[in-house]
């Protein structure tokens, strides 16, 4: 039975990024340039994957896991070495192989795709995926006889001055009959300027056979931009920002200025909700419908309900309920989990804390290590002090309570239902049902005293 398999090549060490990170590993909206390219595979329903890996192999395959095989070319010997060391996996099976590089994140299933039909119906020994460059320079160039019939790939290095001149280049990703492939690996040298194994001499050596050599190309050049370096790597994010923001806008969610909103590729949008300049949504957060996501907020690995608005924040690891609303200039850490029509105001931070319906808490305040019940108000300038220098304890306050303004709750305490605190208390111990805390020096007034003063106000 004929299979498909795709051998992706991952072992380039990536010198130009002049990084410490190997070069697969950069990540592009979310998610490495590699871990890109394996998604799209991985929607194209093949039969063997393999991933040919070399520096940094096993940060590679930490980053991929069990999703993929994986396959070690220990010195860089070119992409025929590299493809030849699938050989052990892969030979003899009946079907066809693709071969993709692990720095061109944008390609997409759906070309995949049309390009492993076209060569099924060519019926080729090979077929290459090609694009027309606004400016080829860097790529190997497509060389087509009179009758349009592709003859050779030529790499720049190796191109002649008319070979230059040609603009259709040659992407990377070939989709090959299988045993075809490495039975002409075998075959090839490294007579060029490189002094490498290049798995394009294996399309001179299968037409000089006399089998059929295709060509698919594709209409969006941007799909095959290959990341070699940062400048490479920020205009394929651009390209991937825009790519996400389209979807987005067209399930009905409204991006203001999409060239100043990055989203990353794995976010869930509801219709309805309405994004703002300057915003940055990132990991596995989800937002649903009818929300307001203000200029300039920032919102990591969060779960935002209906009807949310959130002003210029910064939200992580944290969950709102339906209408509750935060900011401008507020904070949830990890582990909040703020209730339905929850206020939050100005220069409020909570960690570690759940807020219940209705509460409202209205500016410069921190709560940690909480749980606040319904419609508590609580005041201005209100400090939780969850942590005595050792260890972390938590406090309670009950349903329709008051803390006003200024007040200090040491924990461990808890703070009965209908309490009231009195503002400028600092509460060191429980308050029952009912019941005003007030914890404060009383005022004392020294007559006379500015008369003292050694200056003339």
Same mark, same amino acid.
């Given at each position: ?28 909206? +979310? ?9 799209? !595979? ?6 063997? !994957? ?8 096993? $940060? ?27 050989? =052990?996996?892969?030979?003899?099976? $009946? ?38 460059? =606004? ?14 019939? !592709? ?39 490294? %007579?060029?300027?490189?002094?490498? &194994? ?25 799909? #095959?931009?290959?990341? %070699? ?22 399930? +009905? ?8 909103? &990055? ?33 300039? #907020? ?14 210029? #924040? @910064? ?9 509750? $609303?935060?900011?401008? @200039? ?14 939050? +105001? ?9 807020? $219940?319906?209705?509460?409202?808490? +209205?500016?410069?305040? @921190? ?9 508590? %108000? ?33 924990? =461990? ?45």
């Amino acid at each position: 039975m004929a299979v498909r398999n795709t051998i992706i090549l991952a072992a380039g060490k990536g010198t130009r990024m002049k990084s410490k990170l190997y070069k697969v590993l950069h990540r592009i909206c +979310g998610r490495t340039m590699v871990d890109h390219v394996l998604t799209q !595979v991985e929607k194209t329903h093949m039969d063997n !994957v393999v991933t040919v890996v070399g520096y940094g192999a096993e $940060d590679v395959e930490h980053e991929l896991g069990d999703r993929t095989k994986y396959v070690v070319q220990e010195k860089q010997l070119g992409t025929g070495d590299a493809v030849i060391k699938a050989e =052990p996996l892969l030979a003899g099976l $009946d079907g066809t192989t693709m071969v993709v590089s692990g720095d061109t994140p944008l390609f997409t299933s759906e070309t995949f795709e049309k390009l492993f039909k076209y060569h099924e119906e060519k019926q080729a020994a090979v077929t290459i995926l090609t694009s027309k460059a =606004p400016n080829p320079t860097g790529y190997g160039r497509i060389v087509r006889n009179d009758l349009g019939i !592709v003859e050779k790939i030529v790499e720049q290095k190796d191109a002649s001055k008319e070979e230059q001149a040609i603009n259709e280049i040659n992407t990377g990703v070939y989709v090959f009959d299988n045993q075809a492939l490495f039975d002409s690996l075998h075959k090839i040298n490294n %007579n060029n300027a490189q002094g490498e &194994y290049y798995l394009t001499d294996v399309i001179e050596i299968l037409r000089a056979a006399g089998r059929i050599i295709a060509a698919y190309q594709m209409d969006d050049f941007n799909e #095959s931009m290959g990341v %070699n370096d940062r400048i490479a790597l920020s205009r394929a994010t651009k390209v991937m920002q825009a790519r996400i923001n389209h979807h987005h806008m067209a399930e +009905g969610v409204s991006i203001i200025n999409p060239e100043d909103t &990055y989203i990353d590729v794995d976010i869930q949008i509801g219709s309805d909700t309405v994004i703002e300049p300057g915003v940055q949504i990132h990991g596995q957060t989800t937002i649903g419908s009818d929300c307001k996501i203000g200029a300039n #907020s920032e919102i990591i690995d969060c779960k935002l309900h209906d009807h949310i608005t959130v002003t210029s #924040s @910064y939200l992580q690891e944290s969950e709102m309920l339906d209408y509750s $609303d935060i900011g401008p @200039y507020s904070h949830l850490r990890p582990n909040a989990l703020i209730g339905e029509h929850v206020h939050l +105001g100005n220069f409020v931070e909570v960690k570690k804390a759940q807020i $219940d319906e209705g509460t409202k808490v +209205g500016h410069l305040t @921190y709560i940690g290590n909480a749980h606040l019940g319904r419609n508590i %108000n609580v005041g201005c300038g209100v400090i939780f002090a969850n942590y005595d220098g050792k260890n972390k304890h938590n406090i309670t306050v009950g349903d329709a309570s008051f803390i006003g303004s200024n007040s200090n709750l040491i924990a =461990p305490i808890n703070i009965a239902d209908h309490s009231f605190i009195a503002a400028g208390s600092t509460i060191t111990d429980d308050v029952n049902e009912y019941d005003m805390a007030i914890a404060r020096a009383r005022q004392t007034n020294k007559p006379g005293y500015y008369q003292k003063l050694p200056y003339d106000g």
